[in-house]
């Protein structure tokens, strides 16, 4: 089963018109930190203990790909996943090639990890993913010294052959991707002397903080607004036990719904809420959304909260590009809430949108037409006409997107006629139980 690709039959889901959504929303763990507690936990000396991991089809990819490397990895009775780690440079020769499936986080964290050490692992995926650019890991693995060979270049299947003697860089990535930065910072975990990354613009810092959480010495300064990220190589890390947050990308949608369906209000409870993530709210209450934050507290490392949301008339807004990096998974459901505000929203600096899990941009441009709602795309803006209301009344391609099949499930609940997702199966990459927990809380999607 490792890299069968029959993907599973289609699915096709209809979201309809219902009445508020209420209650108690539990999201899901939070994917990115999922996918780093089950890779640090497996370079951790000790037994690392994760409550609240997401067990989507992406994390359940690294897990895999992390015991294939030797780590080993339980999920347990009491619903605890228990990562016995092999210290950092204990890593083995991967026996098969590892499947990420649909995921660009789980490839490019493991290319990355798997660089400096001197053997070779084989990558691949699924057919969305056999389509996403490598290039972006394999420039800055190169040059520490691992050989990446990809088909057509850079994209999967791909062998990585890792350095025997790696070599720490000064590197500025030139786009602004956590994947990246933190396929470096793992690189630099198994290379001694200190490797130094520069994001001009900060993205998600979820591995310089479990880096740290687990004793690797990771320092960061701020200089005009970039981050110098310092990692000292070879650290010992020493399990401890990580606490998930809800994924505030996942917790998104019923967010979103709950502000677009009359008679709505629901609670969301222990959702993280990183400064790095949370463009999102900040537009939303920009809207007009009512979203309250109660009892900030810590987990693992990260700040969390509980959500308190409610029925709101939103307007359309500005979205600057400097934005784009905290809320770049949001842009679906945004877009969704821009259709439904009155007057234009218009978002800047989407560029990397066309190489997510689909063409993002077009994917969500063609939604919006099928249904009924006026779009534009120029250069690297979306520009989405709001009023007040969608029509729906068709059949949207979900392209092998979880985002893009969500979102369009959630507008359909307050379009006026029923909206259709083609192929909803990769939900499970991300937020399995997503049409459950939505008809739990009072929508309509079957
Ligand atoms: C992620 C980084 C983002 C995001 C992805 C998760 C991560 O990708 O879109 O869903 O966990 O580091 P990029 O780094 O490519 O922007």
């Known amino acids: 089963m490792a890299h069968d690709h029959s993907t599973p039959k289609p699915a096709t889901l209809t979201a309809r018109k219902s009445g508020g959504l209420q209650g108690v929303a539990r999201t899901p763990g939070d994917k990115s930190i999922s996918h780093r507690a089950l890779i640090f936990g497996g370079l951790a000396l000790g037994k690392t203990e994760i409550s609240g991991l997401l067990e989507g089809e992406d994390v359940l990819n690294t897990a895999r790909a992390m015991a294939r490397l030797g780590a080993a990895i339980v999920k347990d009775q009491d619903g605890l996943w228990r990562v016995t780690g092999v210290g950092v440079g204990g890593l083995a020769e991967p026996d098969d090639i590892l499947d990420m499936g649909n995921s660009g986080t789980g490839v490019r964290l493991l290319m990355g990890l798997v660089a400096a050490y001197p053997f070779a692992s084989f990558f691949t995926g699924d057919a969305s993913l056999r389509k996403r650019p490598m290039a972006r890991v394999m420039k800055p693995l190169a040059e520490m010294g691992a050989r990446v060979i990809a088909r057509q270049g850079d994209r999967l299947p791909a062998c990585v052959i890792g350095a025997a003697e790696p070599l720490p860089i000064d590197y500025t990535l030139p786009v602004a991707s956590a994947q990246v930065k933190s396929a470096i910072l793992l690189a630099a975990l198994n290379t001694p002397g200190r490797t130094t990354v520069i994001e001009p613009e900060p993205t998600r810092d979820h591995t310089e903080r479990l880096l740290r959480y687990l004793g690797a010495s990771v320092r960061v300064e701020e200089q005009n607004g970039a981050r110098i990220i310092?990692?000292?190589?070879?650290?010992?890390?020493?399990?401890?036990?990580?606490?998930?947050?809800?994924?505030?990308?996942?917790?998104?949608?019923?967010?979103?719904?709950?502000?677009?369906?009359?008679?709505?209000?629901?609670?969301?409870?222990?959702?993280?809420?990183?400064?790095?993530?949370?463009?999102?709210?900040?537009?939303?209450?920009?809207?007009?959304?009512?979203?309250?934050?109660?009892?900030?507290?810590?987990?693992?490392?990260?700040?969390?909260?509980?959500?308190?949301?409610?029925?709101?008339?939103?307007?359309?807004?500005?979205?600057?590009?400097?934005?784009?990096?905290?809320?770049?998974?949001?842009?679906?459901?945004?877009?969704?809430?821009?259709?439904?505000?009155?007057?234009?929203?218009?978002?800047?600096?989407?560029?990397?949108?066309?190489?997510?899990?689909?063409?993002?941009?077009?994917?969500?441009?063609?939604g919006l037409a099928a249904v009924?709602?006026?779009?534009?795309?120029?250069?690297?803006?979306?520009?989405?006409?709001?009023?007040?209301?969608?029509?729906?009344?068709?059949?949207?391609?979900?392209?092998?997107?979880?985002?893009?099949?969500?979102?369009?499930?959630?507008?359909?609940?307050?379009?006026?006629?029923?909206?259709?997702?083609?192929?909803?199966?990769?939900?499970?990459?991300?937020?399995?139980?997503?049409?459950?927990?939505?008809?739990?809380?009072?929508?309509?999607?079957?």
């Open 230 to 366: 310092a990692i000292d190589g070879q650290p010992e890390l020493v399990a401890r036990p990580i606490a998930v947050p809800a994924d505030p990308s996942s917790a998104a949608f019923p967010l979103v719904a709950a502000l677009l369906t009359p008679a709505s209000k629901l609670t969301l409870p222990g959702v993280g809420l990183n400064p790095l993530r949370t463009g999102l709210l900040t537009t939303l209450r920009e809207m007009g959304a009512d979203i309250a934050i109660t009892d900030e507290r810590e987990a693992g490392g990260e700040p969390v909260g509980d959500i308190v949301v409610q029925t709101s008339r939103l307007r359309g807004v500005e979205v600057p590009a400097a934005r784009a990096p905290s809320m770049i998974d949001e842009y679906p459901i945004l877009a969704v809430a821009a259709a439904c505000a009155e007057g234009i929203t218009r978002m800047q600096g989407l560029g990397e949108l066309r190489v997510k899990e689909s063409d993002r941009l077009a994917a969500i441009a063609q």
């Open 372 to 446: 009924g709602v006026k779009a534009e795309i120029n250069g690297d803006t979306l520009t989405v006409h709001g009023r007040g209301k969608a029509p729906g009344g068709a059949t949207v391609a979900a392209r092998l997107d979880h985002r893009i099949a969500m979102a369009f499930l959630v507008l359909g609940g307050v379009a006026d006629s029923p909206i259709a997702v083609d192929d909803a199966h990769m939900i499970d990459t991300s937020f399995p139980g997503f049409v459950a927990l939505m008809n739990d809380l009072g929508a309509a999607i079957s």
